[in-house]
């Protein structure tokens, strides 16, 4: 059974950093895309980063994270990690990781970043 289990949110104070990780288990990572996304409070689950299933193809990144977020992975550990640094009270939201490898999709549960002084 797919699972994706992030870890890593928790409370940050503006501009601090912060890196988000994702344990994938149960199918075969290393063939998936991986993408993060989030949700805020009262707005809909948006596109942040994604990253081929091999890493070296073109990243992707939403225009406000781009300089400050960076997307990555570790096959070898079926493992996926979102850096973020100079965090800023927008990006306060539930992050989760998303695996694709054409219709078959899985989610993870999502983790809480909240920025606030």
């Known amino acids: 059974q797919a699972q994706l289990v992030e870890s890593g949110g928790g409370l940050v104070h503006p501009g601090e950093a912060k890196t988000l990780s994702c344990a994938a288990s149960?199918?075969?990572?290393?063939?998936?895309?991986i993408q993060w996304h989030r949700q805020a409070p009262g707005k809909e689950r948006e596109l942040v980063a994604g990253?081929?299933?091999?890493?070296?193809?073109?990243?992707l990144y939403a225009d406000s994270v781009k300089g400050r977020f960076t997307i990555s992975r570790d096959n070898a550990k079926n493992m996926a990690f979102l850096q973020m640094s100079s965090l800023k009270p927008d990006d306060t939201a539930v992050y989760y990781c998303?695996?694709?490898?054409?219709?078959?999709?899985?989610w993870g549960q999502g983790t809480q970043v909240t920025v606030s002084a």
């Open positions: 990253i081929s299933s091999n890493g070296n193809g073109n990243l």
């Open positions: 998303k695996a694709i490898m054409g219709r078959s999709v899985s």
């Open positions: 149960g199918f075969g990572f290393k063939s998936y895309a």
